[in-house]
T-cell receptor, first 113, second 113 residues
Framework: ETGVTQTPRHLVMGMTNKKSLKCEQH?????MYWYKQSAKKPLELMFV???????ENNSVPSRFSPECPNSSHLFLHLHTLQPEDSALYLC????????????FGNGTRLTVT | GDSVTQMEGPVTLSEEAFLTINCTYT??????LFWYVQYPGEGLQLLLK?????DKGSNKGFEATYRKETTSFHLEKGSVQVSDSAVYFC????????????FGKGTTLSVSS
């Protein structure tokens, strides 16, 4: 049990589908993050939320849409994805942004067909 | 911009061998430095950290020293075990509100018995 739970663990979707990734943390943290992990590339920070407000958006395509309804939950809504979006999507949380250690979930393995 | 460079993997060692994984960084100011580990099928876990020059982080037999003069944070372990097989990520943080960790590409370690 990592304290950060991601669902589903695996997702296969077509390019015209709409799906959502869910992340939940039970650590009492105030910041949550989405990272994309692709083979042979550094982890790519996608979105940062602090106290439920988005504080960073690293030029992510609009086909990815985050939502943070409260400090314990984070969603990533997906629509009209491309095959190159196939990757492991990792959610993380921390006490606050900055240099607080991140606690990661086990990720959602996304395959876009 | 700020960045982290890790040695290319994979690193393949026999059990009880000495491990070094090189990490250098580029950043203005005084970042905090981290090593994270990712075991197969899991998210990243914090392994150790150092927040100022000459600090040594250590955990589970691993250690790394923050060297500002060489902008390095190399990971070492005196005697690796098969269970240490994983992907290791070096990361830095500027410690500013609203920012998140910047990761390297990761180095895969494979230890055989």
């Amino acid at each position: 049990e990592t304290g950060v739970t991601q669902t589903p663990r695996h997702l296969v979707m077509g390019m015209t589908n709409k799906k959502s990734l869910k992340c939940e943390q039970h650590l009492g943290h105030n910041a949550m993050y989405w990272y994309k992990q692709s083979a042979k590339k550094p982890l790519e920070l996608m979105f940062v939320y602090s106290l439920e407000e988005r504080v960073e958006n690293n030029s992510v395509p609009s086909r990815f849409s985050p939502e943070c309804p409260n400090s314990s939950h984070l969603f990533l809504h997906l629509h009209t994805l491309q095959p190159e979006d196939s990757a492991l999507y990792l959610c993380a949380s921390s006490q606050q942004t900055g240099d607080s250690p991140l606690h990661f979930g086990n990720g959602t393995r996304l395959t876009v067909t | 911009g700020d960045s982290v460079t890790q040695m290319e993997g994979p690193v393949t060692l026999s059990e009880e061998a000495f491990l070094t994984i090189n990490c250098t960084y580029t950043a203005t100011g005084y970042p905090s430095l981290f090593w994270y580990v990712q075991y197969p099928g899991e998210g990243l876990q914090l392994l150790l950290k150092a927040t100022k020059a000459d600090d040594k982080g250590s955990n589970k037999g691993f250690e790394a020293t923050y060297r500002k003069e060489t902008t390095s944070f190399h990971l070492e372990k005196g005697s690796v075990q098969v269970s240490d097989s994983a992907v290791y990520f070096c990361a830095l943080s500027k410690g500013q509100a609203g920012t998140a960790l910047i990761f390297g590409k990761g180095t895969t370690l494979s230890v055989s018995s």
